[in-house]
């Protein structure tokens, strides 16, 4: 069974240019997460998704970062416009709930390094 | 906010030898403790997860405590092996389902 896959994988641009990144989680999971990893530091979460639905967004800079999951599969994540101190791994992770608090693994994705210079 | 600390942030130990990783978490209502493995340029997998309701999971060479009158947990991993070497985080859930993780510890077995 395929894992999370993620694209691309590199990403190198200038900044005030925007960027897009792809996630297509684990088939059958309803969960999916896009995380932030700075250098030398622990994921952060930026969105959660259940479903379509994004369920919590508090940590997402809504004035230049957006995410979408139309059909509740796969989903993209977009910057615009970047700047320096966006260079990270975007994660994204997908997990399998029953609706109730979550509690179940996550399962993480290549990432995506993004490069802003 | 919720808030979760890891220490220490590097650990080098003899092959062979035990390593213990800590992490302490501020809400007392979290309930679930999971802890992932990075490798280098790899994605974070989990490893060994233990809820609230128990105070020690064991899995092999791995295992995970936990104290929740003083809100924190530890890894534990003995024999160490060179592949072992990696990045270690700890995770704690929150009331408001949202999962939180600590800075990283990177552990390096030394041959």
């Known amino acids: 069974e395929a894992g999370v896959v993620q694209s691309p994988r590199y990403k190198i641009i200038e900044k005030k240019q925007p960027v897009a990144f792809w996630c297509n989680p684990i088939s059958g999971h309803n969960t999916l997460y896009w995380y932030l990893q700075n250098l030398g530091q622990g994921p952060e979460l930026l969105i959660r998704?259940?479903?379509?639905?994004?369920?919590?967004d508090s940590q997402l800079p809504k004035d230049r970062f957006s995410a979408e999951r139309l059909k509740g599969v796969d989903s993209t994540l977009k910057i615009q416009p970047a700047e320096l101190g966006d260079s990270a791994v975007y994660l994204c992770a997908s997990s399998q709930t029953s609706g109730g608090p979550h509690t179940g693994e996550l399962f993480f994705g290549e990432g995506s390094r993004l490069t802003v210079l | 906010g919720e808030n979760v600390e890891q220490h220490p942030s590097t650990l080098s130990v003899q092959e062979g030898d035990s390593a213990v990783i800590k992490c302490t978490y501020s809400d007392s209502a979290s309930n679930y403790f999971p802890w992932y493995k990075q490798e280098l340029g790899k994605r974070p997998q989990l490893i060994i997860d233990i809820r609230s309701n128990v105070g020690e999971k064991k899995d092999q060479r791995i295992a995970v405590t936990l104290n929740k009158t003083a809100k924190h947990f530890s890894l534990h991993i003995t024999e160490t092996q060179p592949e072992d070497s990696a990045v270690y985080f700890c995770?704690?859930?929150?009331?408001?389902?949202?999962?939180?993780f600590g800075t990283g510890t990177r552990l390096t077995i030394i041959p």
């Open positions: 998704y259940e479903n379509e639905e994004a369920v919590d």
């Open positions: 995770a704690a859930h929150f009331g408001n389902e949202k999962l939180t």
